[in-house]
Structure formats: C-alpha cells, structure tokens
T-cell receptor, first 114, second 117 residues
Framework: AQSVTQLGSHVSVSEGALVLLRCNYSSSVPPYLFWYVQYPNQGLQLLLKYTTGATLVKGINGFEAEFKKSETSFHLTKPSAHMSDAAEYFCAVTGYNQGGKLIFGQGTELSVKP | EAQVTQNPRYLITVTGKKLTVTCSQNMNHEYMSWYRQDPGLGLRQIYYSMNVEVTDKGDVPEGYKVSRKEKRNFPLILESPSPNQTSLYFC????????????????FGPGTRLTVL
C-alpha cells in the first residue's frame, strides 16, 4: 500500500523567505511522486513530478523538489516566496500497479506575509 | 484551449434526489478519473476509466456510479445522494490509459462543490 504524509497543514512565511513544504511517502513499489498546487476556487495544477532519473526535479514558478529514497521524502522548496505563492499544496504518489490512482497527502496551506 | 470542464460548479440538493455531475475533456485523453476532496483528507479517488467502456472502482466508490460511453465524457452519478457526500469533486484526465498513466500528468477540472441537505 502507498501513503503520503505532509507535515504541517498550515505554513506561513514572509515574502522573500525560503519555502519548505515537507512530504514523506510510504510505498512498497518504486514511487512516482508529484506536487500539485491549488489556488482558491481552482482545480489542481501540476508543479513538478519525479518519475525516474535525476532526483532533483525543477518545476514551474521556481519550485523544486528532491527525491530522497533513503529518507522516503520528496520535500518542496522555493528560495524566495512571493505573495502569489499563497495556495494549498498537495503531494501525491503513485506506482506501476496503481491503475493511475494518485494517493494524495492531506495538503499544506501556504500563507505569505508581506 | 486544452482543458477539463465540469458542470455544475456549485450544487445544493436534498437527500435522495438523483444528480449528475458532468466532466468533459478536449485533449483526446484515454484516462479519466473522479476524486473527492475533504478537509484534512486530501483527495481520494472515487472511480476511474482507462478508456471507453472501461471503468473501475477507486478507494471510495460507495454511493456513486460512472459511465464512459464516449472518450471525452465521464459523468459522475449520485443515484440517492446523502449528506456524507457533501464534498468538493474533481474530474481529472491524462493522455494514456495503459502503462504510461503512472508518469503522465493528470489534468484537473475546476471542481464541483456539492452540498447535500
């Protein structure tokens, strides 16, 4: 079985500060990992994904994440937060035997203070 | 514009009154799926479809039905809605319905907020 845990349901940072959103997963098969962002009253948009290859993955809007197998983690980072980054962020995992199903974490709401 | 559309966006109904939430994609995607989003639980898959006439249960299928008669459409049917089905529903699609689905990006619709009184 697969599962995802996002540490912290709410994270608040100042504009210009580092953004770090934590995601740990559990998977009995090689994982494929995703970060999605949800802006208010909108659907989910893919930020980045890890499938195979390079473990440091760069996404849109300056975000990146690093797959660390030994730590079963896929934390999302951005060096400098912008006000426009305020949103809810979801980490998700799937595997080759999951029929395309994404297993989502509970989400982390990011607030950015001026 | 490539997109997944859902209708209605908002719906308030009463217990037992059958309803359908439509989902349509214009990207010729094989794979489509329904999720529900509840506070503190993230998104959970209700049903999915690998291709036309091929559907299967996700993690929380009870109380829902789906059909996939055409490639572009994947409606979600609640035959007898109950208050515990009050939720935010998302339809998603991705290009391939076979082995590639685990790595393909899933594109999400804007969501349907359903309230069952």
């Amino acid at each position: 079985a697969q599962s995802v845990t996002q540490l912290g349901s709410h994270v608040s940072v100042s504009e210009g500060a580092l953004v770090l959103l934590r995601c740990n997963y559990s998977s009995s098969v090689p994982p494929y990992l995703f970060w999605y962002v949800q802006y208010p009253n909108q659907g989910l948009q893919l930020l980045l994904k890890y499938t195979t290859g390079a473990t440091l993955v760069k996404g849109i809007n300056g975000f990146e994440a690093e797959f660390k197998k030994s730590e079963t983690s896929f934390h999302l980072t951005k060096p400098s937060a912008h006000m426009s980054d305020a949103a809810e962020y979801f980490c998700a995992v799937t595997g080759y035997n999951q029929g395309g199903k994404l297993i989502f974490g509970q989400g982390t709401e990011l607030s950015v203070k001026p | 514009e490539a997109q997944v559309t859902q209708n209605p966006r908002y719906l308030i109904t009463v217990t037992g009154k059958k309803l359908t939430v439509t989902c349509s994609q214009n990207m010729n995607h094989e794979y489509m799926s329904w999720y529900r989003q509840d506070p503190g639980l993230g998104l959970r898959q209700i049903y999915y479809s690998m291709n036309v006439e091929v559907t299967d249960k996700g993690d929380v299928p009870e109380g829902y039905k789906v059909s996939r008669k055409e490639k572009r459409n994947f409606p979600l049917i609640l035959e007898s809605p109950s208050p515990n089905q009050t939720s935010l529903y998302f339809c998603a699609s991705s290009l391939r319905g076979g082995g590639g689905i685990r790595t393909d990006t899933q594109y999400f619709g804007p969501g349907t907020r359903l309230t069952v009184l």
